[in-house]
């Protein structure tokens, strides 16, 4: 990853680690993994970056086992407790994406992206105690990651 990347990541990074709600927390640091997986993949769609990401060995995806603790895993599970959550794109309703498995890496980046997916276009609300714990849940584990791995990549 280049430098200027790299920079910008940090900077929403650090945003991210000041913000004390769970919603735009969540946003900035999701904002720097997809910066992180455009940079290093060069593609232009989201699942041909999550893709890559799964598909290919790289810093960010190497970190992942370096955040495993007892906390983590304690938020994955609750997070796979939330399972599953509804695909609310219009023409894909009713499908739902389900985290089976909280140490597959392919399935929690997944279940993390469909929380992106509806919450970026607008079927996640705040007032919704699921809603928030889903977000907020995907926020902290991706804050751990991030913070990590931009430290050590």
């Known amino acids: 990853m280049n430098d200027n990347i790299k920079t910008l990541i940090g900077w929403w990074k650090l945003r991210g680690q000041r913000e004390m709600d769970p919603f735009i927390k969540f946003f900035f640091f999701y904002v720097c993994f997809d910066a992180w997986i455009t940079a290093e993949s060069g593609k232009d769609r989201d699942i041909e970056k999550i893709d890559w ?16 603790s007892s906390v983590t895993k304690s938020w994955l599970a609750n997070l796979k407790n939330l399972s599953p959550v509804a695909d609310m794109r219009p023409n894909h309703r ?8 909280t140490e597959n890496l392919e399935d929690v980046v997944k279940f993390i992206y469909q929380i992106r997916s509806n919450l970026f276009h607008g079927s996640k609300n705040p007032m919704n105690n699921r809603d928030a714990n889903l977000v907020e849940l995907s926020g902290m584990i991706l804050e751990k990651w991030i913070v990590w791995a931009h430290h050590k990549c």
Request: net charge positive.
């Open 53 to 68: 990401f799964i598909n290919n060995n790289n810093c960010l995806k190497n970190k992942w086992k370096d955040i495993q």
């Open 94 to 101: 009713g499908k739902k994406v389900y985290l089976n498995d």
